[in-house]
């Protein structure tokens, strides 16, 4: 069995966060969907994706844009990175991350390997 996409997930989430800011229940979703209570569960834990034209009701209903359920998205690593991996890609959205990405490519190739030994003696040292 497969897991959810973690798109499908965050979407999920975010429709029960305005969901339930609105104080509405499950069956109230679901009515004004056209589906099952069990449905929108299904939609809300991700394991069941939601369609555009779905989604699009969801919106209206909510009185939320369309685009506020992806809100956040950015900041998600996507799946099948490992622990090292997420925590690169979670560097890289920061603004140093950006930063330093940008200066360290206008290096040449001898000196960006003088960086990296730096950085590594830097990391040999706090470690000690």
Same mark, same amino acid.
């Given at each position: ?5 973690? $798109?499908?997930?965050?979407?999920? /989430? ?6 339930? @800011? ?9 009515? @004004? ?5 069990? #449905?929108? #569960? ?7 994706? $939601? ?6 009701? %969801?919106?209206?209903?909510? /009185? ?6 992806? +809100?956040? =998205?950015?900041?998600?690593?996507? +799946? ?7 925590? $690169? ?6 603004? +140093? ?8 490519? #206008? =290096? ?11 950085? /590594? %003696?830097? =990391?040999?040292? #706090? /470690? +000690?």
């Amino acid at each position: 069995m497969s897991h959810p996409h973690y $798109i499908d997930v965050h979407v999920g /989430k975010r429709l029960r966060e305005f969901r339930e @800011a609105k104080r509405l229940s499950q069956t109230d979703m679901a009515s @004004a969907l056209g589906v099952t209570f069990q #449905q929108v #569960q299904k939609y809300e834990s991700g394991h069941n994706r $939601i369609s555009a034209s779905r989604l699009h009701a %969801a919106a209206c209903f909510l /009185k939320v844009p369309v685009s506020d359920f992806f +809100e956040g =998205l950015d900041d998600l690593a996507p +799946e099948g990175l490992s622990e090292a991996e997420a925590s $690169i890609w979670a560097f890289t959205r920061t603004s +140093e991350g950006q930063t330093l990405s940008r200066y360290f490519s #206008q =290096l040449s190739a001898p000196m960006s390997r003088s960086v990296v030994s730096v950085v /590594k %003696a830097v =990391l040999a040292e #706090q /470690k +000690e």
